[in-house]
């Protein structure tokens, strides 16, 4: 499985992503942060059989609404993920692969509702409560993966 932290980790909620992956590696596990351009997200995921990426997103509720994304069996929409300066981001990334053939084939995205995405700002209490949620999410699913 490896792990993928989408964001700028200097623009307030936007960091989500690359503090879980950051937490995800402490403990162990195969993570990754990128900043969410496409081409280098295909390129990460290439080849790969499990893919799992945490990213801030505009998904509904309120700010720390986590969804669970089965991005195999779901269609994106780019709307969703539109806190990235990319044109083609996540959402572009991973439709692309669909369209060729190549993505992989367990591939969930975790998308936390944020508020705030101001350069300069830290996570907000709801976004940093939500994240640490699912790095424990995450940890206890690659733990039960690992069990014979």
Sequence with gaps: MLII??????RGDDAAGPIAAERLADRG???????????RLI???????QIV???????????GTVH????AKEALSSGRFHYSSHAFGLAEAVETSRALG???????????????FTLGKSLSPDVAAAV???????AESAEKAEMP
């Design 5 to 10: 932290g989408v964001g700028h980790p200097m």
């Design 29 to 39: 596990l195969d993570a990754i942060v990128l900043d969410g351009e496409g081409a």
């Design 43 to 49: 390129h990460a995921w290439e080849g790969r059989d």
């Design 53 to 63: 990426v945490i990213d801030a997103a505009d998904g509904g509720g309120p700010p």
């Design 68 to 71: 669970v994304i089965d991005a």
């Design 102 to 116: 190549d993505l992989p084939p367990n591939f969930t995205i975790y998308a936390i509702t944020g508020a705030d």
């Design 132 to 138: 640490e949620r699912v790095v424990e999410r995450i």
